[in-house]
């Protein structure tokens, strides 16, 4: 569920930035705030795609989903770190507070033994 | 306590009884041999403190008499033998050196011919590791180390011995320890080439190792062998220890197999491929801190932290050598390719050359780790110390704890008697407590609510919680020695009724060949190993060169890739993933509360504040 909440959150963003590039007159070396705006919109993109499919792993209860999870989370906070030591856009801090939460959920004890590998199908034998 | 009683010929057909077979790997040059034609072609050699070695006694003169004696000796002084000559090769001209080179190649030629290495050392472990590891042979360049045609001219020498004479012959001892018999096989190998044959960690003169076989004696007098122990580099105690009827321990009729590790020969129940890693601990006051920080994470934080063994536990790096003890070469011993030979005995009175020669076996390098210098002999350690091998078998096999067993049920006894007895005196001692405590609380309450005694009320408060402790830990330690005496009992029951321990329960970390699926490393992974660090290297200096404007960004992209990349052959991914995580997690935290410090701590008290606040109604509500 929060990982659906969290693509939509990047969709909408990344839409948002996507509406906001004048593609005719895009030019890399002069208008900065376009290059950026673009920039977002392609290094969001990863991430994205990389959270819908941890979700819907994880909706199938398969094991992969938690390290797609995980590789989406650290992605989404690398880019973050990068967009702030560059440009500082206000957007980036909820989205660092959500992946940091979020690293820490899955991280936790409780997560990580469910999906540490050959747990889910004991798991269920025992169930 | 320490007695060697039986007569030699005893002695020999005891030795003879459990003589091990061993099984070396194909393309092993050297094969357990006497000690008399090996000493014959040394050169004795005197190391004295700031000053050049001296020869004493040249190749063909020293004898095992000559050897005991140990000329030249003063303090700091090193005696030790030279086996190998370059000139062993050819006299120290053009055509000698040519035929050096022709002896090193055909070597070669034949070991790569041979002996084919195990896919992945390198892959099994992480790129610290391999960096170390790195070090560790350019650190040879400057460290003492035995020059690299040694190997061939010790299997010229070897090769020459052999054709006088072929043996393969071990040396035999036989003493009484603590209860039991112990037989202690020493097998001598002219030379170590494990490093230069087999991408091992070293390469020295002369190689000592040792085989026991624990006996128990019953009243009869007769002789049961019931415990076997193998050397394996400077590892000792339990895990070394195998019971006579552990399935892992190999036998031919009486006499247990021992695979070699190819050029290292140190001793394995089974045959396969062992990674032995050299681990290097942390300095202690960052490996307390490092303790420390994945205590917080875990307990405070509920944080996983892997299974504890991941990182090496208090070692956090190690470098890897496999010990290739494959058992598919020549074997020695009942049912092999070769009969050993009458063994030579090393009886009582102990002959000079073991006892008076406190020297080295072969060249000393000088190295500071000591791992390309000889061994000294079965006595003696490098340092010239009596080696526990030699005076307390039985301890260094880890079984002084165990009594044989003719003597266990007598141990039980006595130890339940012991128990029996303290249970008495602390039951009496309990008794004398309890009514002193009694007495105690008596006057406490008849003192209660008088001012004038006040002093000594609080007096006799303290006394009684000093005494109700006591009379605690006594009841304790009583239920304790109780519980334990029952335990003995039952025990000493199911021996009588014949039951035995388990064979294993002894074993915390038995040293275990590497499985099918650690022996799977693709041809890809293992090319990724050997080249990524170099690659990894490379690429940092390229980076630095070409693209300075982007220097950090660049650096951080490809540790990222090298990472990653390692990581997914060597199955880390998870690993790497939660790590790299928890430190982007960690600076994004940092900078949020950077930014927003006044704003998160008006934050704070505003959710502590309406969290009590929906408290405090939820109770008001009820």
């Known amino acids: ?127 | 306590m320490k007695t060697e009683s039986p007569g030699v010929e005893v002695k020999t057909a005891l030795l003879r009884r459990f003589e091990p077979v061993i099984r070396s790997t194909t393309g092993d040059k050297f094969y357990p041999l006497d000690v008399e034609p090996y000493v014959r072609a040394c050169s004795l050699w005197v190391q004295r403190p700031g000053e050049e070695a001296v020869c004493v006694v040249p190749g063909g003169e020293l004898s095992l008499d000559r050897l005991a004696q140990q000329p030249m000796d003063e303090a700091g002084a090193v005696h030790f033998l030279k086996f190998t000559d370059t000139e062993d090769l050819g006299p120290n001209s053009r055509g000698g050196r040519l035929r050096m080179f022709r002896r090193r190649a055909k070597d070669r030629k034949e070991s790569t011919r041979a002996f084919r290495a195990g896919r992945g050392r390198l892959a099994r472990v992480g790129y610290f590791s391999r960096f170390v590891d790195a070090l560790y042979s350019i650190a040879l360049l400057a460290r003492g180390r035995v020059p690299g045609e040694s190997a061939a001219a010790a299997s010229v020498a070897y090769e020459r011995i052999m054709s006088e004479h072929e043996n393969y012959r071990y040396h035999g001892r036989v003493l009484r320890q603590d209860g039991w018999v112990v037989l202690q096989y020493w097998l001598f190998y002219p030379f170590n080439d494990w490093r230069s044959g087999f991408f091992g960690a070293n390469d020295h003169e002369a190689d000592w190792e040792k085989v026991m076989v624990f006996l128990s004696e019953s009243e009869s007098g007769e002789l049961r062998p019931e415990w076997v122990a193998y050397a394996a580099h400077n590892y000792t105690g339990d895990n070394l220890r195998r019971r006579w009827d552990d399935p892992e321990v190999e036998k031919v009729g009486e006499h247990p197999v021992i695979y070699v590790g190819a050029g290292s020969h140190a001793s394995y129940y089974a045959p396969g491929e062992y990674l032995t890693e050299l681990t290097l601990p942390l300095p202690s006051p960052l490996a307390r801190v490092t303790r420390a920080i994945r205590t917080f994470w875990k307990t405070r934080l509920g944080q996983y932290v892997g299974d504890g063994e991941e990182d090496g536990g208090s070692g956090y790096f190690s470098i890897p050598f496999v010990d290739y003890a494959r058992g598919d070469g020549l074997s020695v011993g009942e049912g092999g390719d070769k009969t050993w030979d009458e063994p030579r005995l090393i009886s009582d009175p102990t002959p000079d050359w073991v006892s008076g020669y406190r020297g080295l076996w072969g060249l000393y390098a000088r190295d500071p780790f000591e791992g390309e210098d000889a061994p000294a002999g079965p006595m003696y350690n490098r340092d010239k110390s009596v080696s526990r091998a030699w005076y307390g078998p039985v301890g260094w096999a880890g079984l002084d704890k165990v009594a044989p067993p003719t003597e266990m049920l007598e141990a039980i006894l006595q130890q339940r008697a012991d128990i029996v007895s303290r249970c008495g005196a602390l039951r009496a001692e309990i008794d004398v407590k309890s009514r002193q405590l009694k007495k105690v609380g008596a006057e406490l309450a008849a003192m209660r609510d008088r001012s004038h005694l006040d002093a000594p009320y609080k007096e006799g408060t303290r006394r009684v919680a000093e005494l109700s402790g006591e009379l605690d830990r006594l009841r304790g330690k009583l239920a304790t020695d109780e519980a334990v005496s029952e335990s003995l009992a039952e025990y000493s029951d199911r021996l009588r009724a014949g039951e035995r321990d388990q064979a294993r329960a002894h074993i915390s970390r038995a040293h275990t060949p590497a499985s099918e699926d650690e022996l799977r490393v693709s041809r890809v992974a293992e090319t990724w190993a050997a080249i990524s660090v170099s690659l990894m290297l490379i690429s940092f200096v390229g980076i630095a060169m070409f693209e300075r404007e982007h220097l950090i960004s660049m650096l951080v992209f490809s540790i990222a890739f090298f990472a990653f990349v390692e990581a997914g052959f060597r199955g880390r991914l998870v690993n790497l993933v939660s790590s790299a995580n928890i430190g982007l997690a960690v600076v994004a935290t940092l900078i949020i509360i950077y930014e927003f410090f006044w704003q998160l701590v008006v934050a704070t008290v505003l959710v502590i504040g309406l969290y009590v606040l929906w408290d405090n109604l939820r109770e008001l509500r009820r």
């Open chain 1, 1 to 127: 569920m929060l990982l659906i909440l969290e693509v939509i959150g990047l969709v909408l963003l990344g839409g948002y930035e996507f509406l906001q590039v004048d593609w005719r007159g895009i030019d890399l070396e002069s208008q900065q705030d376009q290059a950026v705006e673009l920039a977002v919109f392609a290094l969001f993109i990863p991430s994205a795609v990389l959270t819908l499919l941890s979700a819907l792993s994880f909706l199938f209860l398969q094991r992969r989903g938690w390290l797609l999870a995980a590789i989406a989370q650290g992605l989404s906070l690398a880019v973050c770190l990068w967009l702030y030591s560059w440009f500082q856009p206000g957007y980036v801090y909820p989205i660092m507070a959500y992946c940091i939460l979020m690293i820490l959920y899955l991280n936790s004890q409780d997560v990580r033994v469910v999906f540490r590998p050959g747990q889910s199908h004991q798991a269920s034998h025992e169930n």
